[in-house]
């Protein structure tokens, strides 16, 4: 009888087994849970999905997400490359998507993000590398006249636009380093706006790529104006050096003055998957095809932002995806051989 409970018994075990160790903590991370090594696609399902890559990216208002769709129409190769362009709650919370959302490969992220990972997730530099630093998406501080300097804003309201956008994470985030305490809103830009103009918001802060709709068109009274903010060691680590001048906002900036400011790097990055696993093949197939075809974003017909796009561009903190490098050092080495 023994005998038979014991038999029994492990059988139970043997079969509970997996359950038990998926839901141990150390396993909830789901990217670590994919299969690594797929058998050869047979039918029809596993063809299509043998060559496609998930890219998170933003908020369907946003740039992130326009910048992801231009992606997939030139990167697009029918069964070979397919790439889904993926809606998110904003592009600050794309890096939370990347480590835990089965089927997201790659994501656009700002590059301050990392801040926030520091301590739930020590390690998040080792755990996603960089493809390609996108573009600068900069500061722009926007204030009434009767505000002078970033300390007259202490105390003041302020518009960090809603929330899941570049400006409602990263603003505060800039304010902080400043040291500038005020009353933060997180309301849309263009009622922000309006309430400037009544002189109930003292300013409105911006994080994207310039030049702003908003004050290209926008007819402003005297005195309204972008505050400047200097480049110091304490940006260094996620930011860089960035300027507005009157060739972008000709009715809020005098021909020939500039104002320093900073702006955050949107950076495209992949999980960091093993390097023959399935789906770091998929992310560097991927990656050859936009590093080869990256002058057909750059033709009329896409966003401007890609003509100024440097794919040797390194991003702080993190590590180039290795295909990625692969493909540069492999041009850089082509380059050397011909006469």
């Given at each position: 009888?023994?005998t038979?409970?014991?038999s029994?018994l ?14 141990r903590?150390?396993?909830?991370d ?10 050869t ?32 129409r ?33 994501a ?17 530099q ?28 202490v ?28 009353e ?20 409105v802060?911006f994080?994207?790529?310039?030049p ?29 050096p ?9 009715n809020l ?11 955050v790097?949107?950076?495209l ?16 197939r ?31 903190g ?5 295909a ?16």
């Amino acid at each position: 009888m023994n005998t038979v409970f014991s038999s029994r018994l492990l059988f139970v075990l043997a079969v509970l087994a997996p359950v038990i160790l998926a839901l141990r903590p150390g396993n909830v991370d789901a990217q670590a849970r994919q299969p690594q090594r797929p058998s050869t696609p047979t039918s029809e399902k596993e063809k299509m999905n043998a060559w496609t890559v998930g890219l998170a990216g933003g908020l369907l208002e946003g740039a992130p997400i326009r910048l992801a769709a231009e992606i997939a129409r030139v990167v697009d190769d029918g069964p070979n490359m397919h790439v889904l362009p993926i809606v998110t709650r904003g592009a600050t919370e794309n890096l939370n998507s990347l480590l835990y959302l089965r089927g997201v490969d790659m994501a656009i992220i700002n590059s301050d993000a990392l801040e926030e990972y520091k301590i739930q997730v020590p390690e998040i530099q080792r755990r996603i590398t960089y493809l390609l630093n996108l573009f600068p998406s900069e500061l722009h501080i926007f204030v009434r006249p009767e505000i002078e300097s970033l300390q007259d804003l202490v105390g003041k309201k302020v518009n960090f636009n809603t929330m899941g956008t570049a400006a409602a994470y990263s603003g505060p985030l800039i304010f902080s380093r400043l040291g500038i305490n005020v009353e933060k809103t997180f309301i849309p830009h263009q009622v922000a706006l309006e309430q400037m103009r009544k002189g109930e918001m003292a300013a409105v802060l911006f994080i994207t790529s310039k030049p702003v709709d908003a004050f290209v068109r926008g007819r402003w009274e005297p005195g309204f104006k972008f505050l400047p903010v200097n480049y110091e060691s304490k940006f260094e680590d996620y930011y860089l050096p960035a300027e507005l001048g009157a060739s972008e906002y000709p009715n809020l900036i005098k021909q020939g003055e500039r104002v320093s400011t900073i702006a955050v790097p949107t950076v495209l990055v992949a999980f960091n998957w093993p390097v023959k696993s399935n789906r770091y093949q998929r992310v560097a197939r991927f990656t050859d095809y936009l590093f080869s075809r990256i002058d057909r974003l750059q033709a009329p017909g896409f966003d401007p932002k890609w003509k100024s796009i440097n794919l040797t561009a390194t991003v702080p903190g993190l590590a180039r995806f290795s295909a990625a490098q692969e493909w540069l050092d492999s041009q850089a080495r082509r380059a050397r051989a011909s006469p």
